[in-house]
């Protein structure tokens, strides 16, 4: 099952790498967008699938390296080389911000995050080096397609294969562990905080990559773009629809959201009802798969292996 899983991951990223020879310049942009989730809701699972530490502030970190991007772009440096000073900028930043936020538990973690990416947002609004609320514009003649959708082509193949090297190592069980009991853990010795932090930074940088990417690609960002709540938001869904805890969940969960987001663009009567569809498919998870897409994936293989078996005997057995 692993092998024929990792065959046809390679597949995918065979075709992906060359759809440009194939495809229009509009399903490549669909594409773009569809690796551009595969890399947030990945990098996100490193911290909130494998450490369970639930992050609502994640726009935060494609904010600093989108922002890192477009500044030092018009100070003349190559926007491709911003991307991993943006990374760096960003990995740090999630240290700051989680050595204090990590001593806190469950969901007041959470509602720190929330309040982490509100004040950042306010604060990039307010001063002028950003642009203020008005946003600011990557410098003329610094875009071309072709080269940035590679690069987040490439970016979400390593992003995904990072995370399968995460949860298959001797840091990847640690985080389990801490996942699954904390205190557990630490009784044993382990330095809960340091592993946190550094799924943190680990996660952190391959967002910022993404919003450096995101920057040369759309080449314009604003706080209320790029350090958007509902940013963030979408990023913690699509690995809870997919599977929390998996490699597999968030590209699954990416491709659902994402397919719903572009779908949502093209019907203006429904271009506002996000949050309530988001919300509606948040409750069918919760209520009736709470392992997400993996999960039933699972009870389906379940029930065929076991003639007569419903999905869910299956799955009690």
């Given at each position: 099952m692993r092998r024929a899983g990792l065959a046809a991951g390679v597949a995918v990223a065979i075709a992906a790498l060359g759809a440009p020879l194939l495809l229009g310049r509009g399903t490549l942009n669909d594409l773009w967008n569809l690796a551009l989730a595969v890399v947030l809701a990945s990098s996100w699972n490193i911290l909130g699938g494998f450490a369970g530490q639930v992050s609502l502030g994640y726009s935060v970190f494609l904010g600093i390296g989108a922002y890192t991007t477009v500044l030092l772009s018009l100070r003349g440096v190559d926007p491709f080389a911003t991307l991993v000073p943006g990374a760096l900028l960003a990995a740090a930043f999630s240290v700051v911000i989680g050595l204090p936020g990590f001593r806190l538990r469950g969901p007041y973690f959470t509602i720190a995050t929330i309040g982490v990416g509100e004040a950042i947002r306010v604060a990039a609004s307010s001063v002028s080096f950003t642009g203020g609320s008005s946003g600011v514009r990557m410098p003329a003649g610094s875009f071309e397609f072709g080269r940035n959708y590679l690069g987040m082509v490439i970016l979400a193949i390593a992003t995904v294969a990072i995370a399968a090297l995460v949860r298959r190592s001797a840091f990847g069980h640690t985080l389990a562990a801490i996942r699954q009991d904390v205190d557990g853990a630490e009784a044993l010795g382990v330095d809960a905080t340091r592993f946190k932090l550094a799924a943190h930074?680990?996660?952190a940088g391959l967002v910022a990559l993404a919003g450096g990417l995101y920057a040369i690609n759309f080449q314009y960002i604003a706080p209320g773009a790029v350090f958007d709540f509902r940013l963030?938001?979408?990023?913690?869904?699509?690995?809870i629809v997919g599977g929390i805890g998996t490699v597999v969940g968030p590209l699954l969960g990416a491709l659902v959201v994402s397919t719903?987001?572009?779908?949502?663009?093209?019907?203006?009567?429904?271009?506002?009802?996000?949050l309530f569809i988001y919300g509606g498919l948040l409750i069918a998870v919760i209520l009736f798969e709470p392992k997400g897409l993996v999960g039933l994936a699972r009870r389906i293989v379940a029930a065929l292996r076991t003639p007569g078996a419903t999905p869910r005997a299956a799955d009690a057995r």
């Open positions: 930074a680990l996660s963030s938001l979408s990023i913690v869904l699509m690995p719903i987001q572009l779908k949502l663009l093209e019907l203006p009567a429904l271009r506002d009802s996000y």
